[in-house]
């Protein structure tokens, strides 16, 4: 069983930072792929950030150059560094990973890009 507690969201002024943390409880951390996901109001669920077990990382266009992910596995935690903040990221962030053919996600963390 995994379980995933996202943490780190609040509001933010436009060009701001916020560190987003998604701590998992469970085996198999540190072989295991990990994803940032968002959904805004009225929108679909969207890949944010992905990194590998082996660190390997990816990006969603819209976040490329702002957005960092990076992993602790004796933490089995992974982080979402987010700069350069734009109203256009306001969305509740969630942490997801799988295990064989079961996907497991967290609760959410509001993130909330305004002046």
């Known amino acids: 069983q995994v379980q995933l507690v996202e943490s780190g969201g609040g509001l933010v002024q436009p060009g701001g930072s916020l560190r987003l943390s998604c701590a998992a409880s469970?085996?198999?951390?540190?072989?295991?792929?990990m994803g940032w996901y968002r959904q805004a109001p009225g929108k679909q669920r969207e890949l944010v950030a992905a990194?590998?077990?082996?660190?390997?990382?990816n990006y969603t266009d819209s976040v490329k150059g702002r957005f960092t992910i990076s992993r602790v596995n004796a933490k089995k935690t992974v982080y979402l560094q987010m700069n350069s903040l734009k109203p256009e990221d306001t969305a509740v962030y969630y942490c997801?990973?799988?295990?064989?053919?079961?996907?497991?996600w967290g609760q959410g963390t509001q993130v909330t890009v305004s002046s």
């Open positions: 997801n990973t799988a295990r064989g053919p079961y996907s497991y």
């Open positions: 990194i590998t077990y082996g660190g390997s990382t």
């Open positions: 469970g085996s198999g951390f540190s072989f295991s792929a």
